[in-house]
């Protein structure tokens, strides 16, 4: 998809209502964690995701481990 194409896209979302826009974004996010469960195998999931985005954490112990160093670090 060219830039052009993009943006016109983004203007024509800019013109649903705020329902519509509600729906486009649950429909594409679907599609997008239905495309997930394709690469992975299977259903959707979820603890699949961990770890897939920038930044993100192999586990939910990790992000923990993160979240308590980080709290610890202010009290310094």
């Known amino acids: 998809m060219s830039t052009e194409q993009f ?9 649903l209502s705020p329902d519509e826009r509600k729906q486009l974004i649950e429909y594409l996010t679907k599609a997008e964690l239905e ?3 394709k690469r992975v195998g299977g259903e959707t999931d979820y603890l699949a995701l961990f770890g897939s985005g920038r930044g993100g954490f192999d586990s ?11 709290r ?3 009290s310094n």
């Open 7 to 15: 943006q016109a896209l983004i203007q024509q979302a800019k013109q």
């Open 35 to 37: 495309e997930i469960a």
């Open 60 to 70: 939910a112990e990790e992000a923990d481990i993160s979240v308590r160093e980080e």
């Open 72 to 74: 610890d670090s202010w």
